[in-house]
């Protein structure tokens, strides 16, 4: 009964939301399925009557169809000034259809350009703790790093502006076995590291010299190896000061690029969590769920295939045991109520087990802790192949990003770039240049594989970065040039939309709320770049169809005057440039006035 009673519940808030709507409004994510156009208005459509109908069968309600329940919610309806009784409707197989009228597309219009874009409400503050980025520790972040830092920081900024509060993690791989052969290198190449900060400089090289003598040099692999026991015995100062050395190598690295990108993001590595993982692995010793197999401690998980190894036979924690211990503290210590990891597809079996882990020994309650494992593909080069430079290395990203910015130089001078002030300019540069590497990943679905291509990303025309941002500079600059505050207007001039370009625009943009529940749902951001997109078509059919300002021109002097404005469709500009601006911030992205 109680979980009938609460979709029940859940039902009339979706209604009461929907009769409050606003653009503030929640529009019912689930519940009331996609937008629908009926003439001039909008109506949205619930299959929620009869979904409840097989949820309370057999509990004593007195409803016998879908219709039944559909015809009472209709009944109930609280009241309501925007959305009346007749504004609903009940069909015999028991949908339900609530028509957005026509005023109250312009009700919701006008408060966007009275009070910005506000996002549809959260019922409670819950807090999600976010694990992106997370690249590992000397060697060098790369493409895959890339992708998890973009949809990462995406979906932070999304669930910070829906009212969650966020933690974001960088869950950097800084105690795995790597170490051991860095450390030995690193007294090897820099014996005076104890006193003198050792030149690393270039990370990545070194991490390649070690690798060789490791792979090479038996004698140096065991040295390697007693490094590694020793750094995470803890013991050894001399191991852990040459650790620290190379950690902070790298995070300098990480910080230029995470700058860069505008990402935050606050270290929380493998090696934070290093104090618990004795402890979690005697309690899950002590409740049994341990097995020993060749020294090693396993553990098996129902449903999985694999066993998660918990402990090495040189006594040893592994990437399982970190995770393991880092579930916990996120749940236990963090508090949090949904836990996302940004990581590729191809550590969903590790997740997963981890995952269901968490779950069998009683840390994890799937009805209070939403976790999630925000899943991406590969990036792939124009040749179908992994993402590689054409030496066959791994793409570094300040070279990557440097090219994006090169590249974006030409595409900016091709337009007008070269009468902007050059503030101005460095501002639309990074707008192109960073907006159309993050745009290119999000505006695909994460879960499949990539094509990285700059000449694809920084095409003028098309689903494109340059594309939306020179949008936005045409929406945002007719108000600006005629010098007109529309906030204050609109008070005076009451909107009324009738022209099918409008109608159509104003439509897509009362769907906002609703695209974000979509992606606070599945966490498939590229949803929003398809609907931003959607949203500049429309605008531009209307812009080229229907006049905002007209103006007159003094045939002698060449000097323009207002003759008149259509205020509605200014509101509609501005409403217009607001979302895209809201819309395009989420997935991570800057807009500037001119470019
Ligand atoms: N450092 C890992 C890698 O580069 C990603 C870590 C993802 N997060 C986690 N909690 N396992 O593959």
Redesign the pocket.
Known sequence: VDLSEGRMVALFDHVRNMLEMGIEATFPGKGFANAMLVGSNVSYKSAAALTLLKRIDGLGFPYKTAHDIASAIHKNLPKSTLLESSHFEVDERGFITVVVPAKLLATILTNIVVHGVLPPKQEKKKRVII?FS???IAKEMHVG?LRSTIIGESLCRLLEYRGFEVLRVN???DWGTQFGMLIAHLKDEFPNFRNESPPIGDLQAFYKASKKRFDADEEFKKRAYTEVVKLQAGTDADVRHAWKLICDESRREFELIYKRLHVTIKEKGESFYQPMMPSVVADLEKRGFVQVEDGRKIMFVPDQAVPLTVEKSDGGYTYDTS?LA?IKYRIEEEHADWII?V?DVG?SLHLETVFSAAKHVGWLDPAKVRVDHVAFGLVLGEDGKKFKTRSGDTVRLVDLLDEAVERAKVVLDSKRGGDLQPEEYAAALDAVSYGAVKYADLSTSRTSDYTFSFDRMLKLVGNTAPYLLYAYTRMSSIARNAGIDVSKEIAKHPCEFTEGPELALARALIRFPEILNRITDDLMPHTLGSFLYEICQLYSTFYEKLRIIEHDVDKATGTKTIKSIHYPRLALCEAASLVLKQGLSILGMDVVGKM
């Open positions: 694990d997370s690249p590992n790093h869950h950097v791989g995770d880092a990891y990581v550590q």
